[in-house]
């Protein structure tokens, strides 16, 4: 969607796009060789990998658009105690470590809709995001690399911000979809196929 308003955008003078990924990212890097999942399904891999695509998507968005003074980041809202997690069984959740045996929310780090909401809003707005695109946003801040890996870390896996594999992703997604902005460079002429 995000392609087919480029041309908006770009007209916008200063426009910024803001992806949702998450924290999940760590659980998968991006599957090259099986990126559908084919063989090997796990329902975890499948949407870690989606998180990183999403958080790669910004990335070559970014670079793709900055010489149009459009701008896009990916962000992880943070734990949020939403309706969403009615897809996972209890059991499920209390694996995860997110409710007790009685489904009862564990710990202090699950923020309300609003809380998680708050960096997608500073993305969208804040000065201090001026001329800084391509970055994975958590907690109001830009996210620095994730030594761990671990999912209940902070940060950002060094590869879903690889500029390199977010081209890489970029080109197999306007192969699958003969969809994509085209050109490069400032002032460059970026089109939206179909």
């Known amino acids: 969607m995000a392609c087919e308003l480029y041309p908006v ?3 916008a003078g200063g426009a910024r796009v803001v992806v949702d990924s998450s924290a999940g990212h760590l659980l998968s890097g991006f599957r090259w060789q099986n ?3 084919r ?3 796990d ?3 499948a949407y870690g990998q989606s998180k990183t695509a999403n958080v790669l998507f910004a990335k ?3 670079t793709l658009g900055a010489g149009d003074g459009v701008r896009a ?3 992880h809202p943070g734990k949020v105690s939403t309706g969403l997690r009615r897809e996972l069984s209890r059991a499920g959740q209390v694996e995860r470590g997110w409710v007790d045996e009685h489904g009862n929310v564990i710990g202090a780090d699950f923020k309300s809709a609003s809380q998680g909401a708050a960096t997608g809003l500073w993305a969208a707005t804040s000065a201090l995001l001026d001329d800084r695109g391509g970055r994975y946003l958590e907690n109001c801040d830009v996210a620095e690399v994730c030594s761990s890996g671990a999912v209940d870390d902070d940060g ?3 590869e879903a911000i690889d500029p390199a594999a977010a081209a890489r992703l970029w080109e197999l997604s306007v192969a699958a979809t003969g969809s994509g902005m085209f050109g490069s460079g400032a002032g460059a002429r970026k089109t939206v196929s179909r």
């Open 43 to 45: 329902k975890w891999l």
């Open 73 to 75: 980041f990916a962000l």
């Open 39 to 41: 063989t090997g399904y």
């Open 60 to 62: 070559q968005f970014d």
């Open 35 to 37: 990126p559908r999942f």
């Open 156 to 158: 950002v896996s060094e």
């Open 9 to 11: 955008l770009a007209a």
